[in-house]
Nanobody
Framework: QLQLVESGGGLVQAGGSLRLSCAAS???????MAWYRQAPGNGRELVAL???????NYVRSVQGRFTISRDNAKNTAYLQMNSLKPEDTAVYYC?????????????WGQGTQVTVSS
């Protein structure tokens, strides 16, 4: 079982940047990784994903602003968030699972709060 720990959330002004990290307890070499977010009163939304082969995909609302990446040597995935908007405010969750499995994947982190002020 893979344990995931997110970090890097916080309070930032609109237009600012944050980088979220997701540290896994074991190897992520054969693992698909993703970031979800959940705003108050909303369901959990898939924001970005990166496959074990490095293919990425993003929800339209963050395209061109967010970048997902991974460092297999550090067992860590990242979400670089630029040009943040108040509507990006949410709890962000790391999600991971075996290559080839469907989303949402099997393992979740505890979440990290991102708040963007206007």
């Amino acid at each position: 079982q893979l344990q995931l720990v997110e970090s890097g959330g916080g309070l930032v002004q609109a237009g600012g940047s944050l980088r979220l990290s997701c540290a896994a307890s074991g190897s992520i070499f054969s693992t698909n990784m993703a970031w979800y977010r959940q705003a108050p009163g909303n369901g959990r939304e898939l924001v970005a994903l990166i496959t074990s082969e490095g293919t990425t995909n993003y929800v339209r609302s963050v395209q061109g602003r967010f970048t997902i990446s991974r460092d297999n040597a550090k067992n860590t995935a990242y979400l670089q968030m630029n040009s943040l908007k108040p509507e990006d405010t949410a709890v962000y969750y790391c999600n991971a699972g075996p290559r080839g499995s469907s989303f949402p994947l099997a393992y979740w982190g505890q979440g990290t709060q991102v708040t963007v002020s206007s």
